[in-house]
Structure formats: C-alpha cells, structure tokens
C-alpha cells in the first residue's frame, strides 16, 4: 500500500474502507520517497488497530518519539517498529531502549 494515498483525508477518512483497514497488520514504507508526519501517528493506530509491523521514514529524529509513544500506547500486538530518519538532532528528553521497553511494560503489564 502506498503510504501516500495513506495521508489524504479522502482516502484514510473513507467510510467504506475503514473495515479493510483494521484488518491491515503490517505498513512498510520505508522505501518510498514519503516522511510519515508525527501528526499522522494518531489517525494511523485509530484506522489501523491490528498492526503488528510497522516500517517507517521520519525527517528528523525529534519526530520519532512521539510516534513511539504513540504506537506503543496504543498499537497492544505491535511486535516489530523500524524507524528511518534523515536529520540528526538533540532531544530536550532524550530516551533509551530501556525507556522503551518500560513505558511498553506500564501500557500493558
């Protein structure tokens, strides 16, 4: 699926494909020429709730955090997230893998 027609209102707000959607497991876009805007990550767990891999690409890494947090909020079957980002930069809240894994243990004990 292109990640693409993903982002248009159109499209992901279609009432006649929402169905399919929570169906859909696993998004990979990570080699196309499209960043997933850390806006999107909401809209993405409420049409795509059974998603269980995920690979994406980011501009920067700030992006990349609360995509994480929100993917691991609410995405309880998410079992594999790849994360591609272009632009280095520092993080006001830096994080760790442990911090991770931790916040994931507080979502679902």
Do not use: G, W
């Not at 696993?26 to 850390?38: G, M, W």
């Not at 930069?89 to 994931?104: A, G, N, Q, V």
């Amino acid at each position: 699926m292109l990640t693409a027609l993903l982002i248009p209102s159109k499209f992901i707000d279609n009432p006649s494909l929402i169905p399919v959607f929570k169906q859909i497991k696993l998004i990979e876009t990570i080699l196309e020429d499209v960043y997933f805007p850390s806006s999107f990550a909401s809209k993405l767990v409420e049409r795509f709730p059974s998603l269980i891999h995920i690979e994406l690409q980011v501009i920067s890494f700030n992006n990349c955090v609360s995509i994480i947090d929100t993917f691991l909020s609410h995405l309880k079957n998410l079992s594999y997230l790849k994360i591609d980002y272009f632009e280095d930069s520092s993080l006001d809240d830096p994080f760790s893998c442990e911090d991770i894994i931790e916040k994931r243990r507080q979502a679902y004990p």
